[in-house]
């Protein structure tokens, strides 16, 4: 019989952390749930650490990928791997608050008929310990996110991926041409399919250090501007007559410091950029960049070319 829950975690030579996670599992008071672990660790360490809690995980499945698939393909042959009808990634640095975490979640999809689940979280520093800082889904961001699922792209208000649970039957996988905003599309695209649940408890406790993943990536030309362009493939420009995702786009090429194309064809074919886009660029290459940089003029300055770009629907036509 299939479990309820399949907590997937996919794995890379982290067993330190990755021991605070199943040992948070071993706690947890809902029992449907099967373990299932990708890893892409170059030495067994981690195989060594999934045989010391076979007997307090009866179904806990391990897999050593050779060669390592990197990520995000890590995380979608881990999903291959699932039997159960809810998906619930876990990061091996990331772990459940509290015992009853996983019931909370389960408890969410079996009284709700949103295939989306999602939950506040805190995070942690590694190193240290300390709590960082905890995080809330607020009403307001709340109303727009059931409105425009790329509001995300302005900001991840629903957090990392160990904070959600997805229903098996959306079959989605991460993209794997992406690794800054692979989360944030897997979102958008799932968001784009079902309602979700958000649980408003601090359910996940999210491990922060700065060797991670999206401290390599963040404000890098050669990673953000190609993916930008694939989200804009992926979902056209509709989105822009929402001030937010369009704002969101004016502080994506005012912080990588677009000023032209010369600063983007390295890493993209200037001809694809739409023409919303190249005036984006256009009116911030007429401001100096110190002035630019000033939060408040910025948002000024964006607004009237929302206003005069959008609003007045001068680029009406060539949005899908």
Known sequence: MSPFISIYIPAYKNEFYLQKLLDSIVLQTWKDFEVIISDDSPNLDVANLVDRYRDKLKSIHYCHNRPAKGMPANWNFAIKMCRGEWLKIMHDDDWFTESDSLEKFANAAKLSNAKFIFSAYQNIQ??????????????????QLEQEPLILMSSNVIGPPSVTMVHRSLSDVYDERLRWRVDLDYYIR?????????????????????IQITQEVKYQKQVELPEAMIILEKYGLASFRNIIVF??????????????????????????????????????????????????????????????????????????
Request: glycine letters at 4%; proline letters at 2%.
């Open 247 to 320: 704002d969101s786009w004016w502080r994506l090429l005012r912080n990588l410091g677009v000023r032209g194309f010369k600063d983007t064809s390295s890493y993209v074919d200037s001809d694809k950029w739409p023409e919303i886009i190249r005036r984006m660029i256009n009116a911030q290459s007429k401001i100096p960049v110190s002035i630019l940089k000033n939060g408040l003029f910025s948002k000024l300055w964006m607004t009237w070319n929302y206003n005069q770009l959008v609003k007045r629907k001068k680029l009406e036509r060539n949005w899908k």
């Open 126 to 143: 590694l190193n240290t310990g300390a709590l960082d800082s905890s995080k809330r889904l607020s009403a307001l961001w709340k109303k």
């Open 190 to 210: 799932i968001l784009r399919q079902t309602r979700f649940v958000y649980l408003d408890e601090i359910l996940v406790n999210i491990g922060m250090s700065d």
